[in-house]
């Protein structure tokens, strides 16, 4: 789990909803995972994911930086696409089944879909406001963007990669770090361009 300043924020204009909401209202939420990447040392990197598909994962770009080997829901798993500026990366999970990801629309109510010794349970959380994240992998490098919601929620390591939903299940956001300056507060990768990476 990344922990990011809140100076590292600068708030978007206008908050747009992400639009695009599947019609399917009554298909439940998404399924979530446990992601376990192979380190150097005995406990692998854990994070959290969600399926996008069958044979499809969707989980956070920074847990897979160590390169080892990469297990969904205790399945082999090799990478697809990877998106560091957005800090996101989409695996094929060969015998994953799930439903393809519905896109939900703006709004402060959410929940997160987070893992809980392996069960996954739902976290209350509260949509702030939505924001433009300005980031730099090294002081030196050329800044970028990342369309993020700022959300009122208090998380654990391990819950990088967790779903954000609306009441109907469907995606706002993707969690990927949480404050170093308040512990209420975790960052999220808005659904918008989540689609991007799934490539919709």
């Not at 206008?14 to 979530?32: I, N």
């Not at 969600?50 to 969904?72: I, K, Q």
């Not at 999970?93 to 349970?121: E, K, S, W």
């Not at 509260?126 to 800044?143: A, E, I, N, S």
């Amino acid at each position: 789990m990344k922990a990011l300043g809140l100076a590292a924020v600068a708030c978007a204009a206008a908050a747009a909803g992400c639009g695009g909401a599947s019609s399917d209202d009554a298909a439940g939420p998404p399924r979530v995972l446990h992601v376990a990447v192979a380190g150097d040392g005995l406990v692998p990197e854990i994070a959290t994911g969600v399926a996008v598909g069958d044979g499809r994962a969707l989980t956070v770009a920074h847990a897979l930086s160590g390169g080892g080997a990469v297990t969904v829901a205790g399945r082999p798993a090799r990478v697809l696409r990877v998106s560091r500026r957005l800090d996101l990366a989409v695996l094929a999970v060969p015998g994953l089944r799930g439903a393809a990801v519905r896109v939900g629309g703006d709004t402060r109510h959410a929940r997160l879909a987070v893992l809980r010794d392996r069960h996954a349970q739902p976290l209350p959380a509260t949509v702030r406001r939505h924001v433009l994240v300005h980031w730099r992998d090294q002081p030196g490098d050329r800044p970028q963007d990342r369309p993020g919601l700022e959300l009122a929620a208090r998380i654990d390591p391990g819950d990088s990669g967790a779903p954000v939903l609306d009441a109907r299940g469907r995606l706002l956001g993707v969690l990927y770090a949480r404050s170093s300056d308040d512990d209420g507060t975790a960052w999220a990768v808005d659904a918008s361009a989540v689609r991007s990476v799934l490539g919709h």
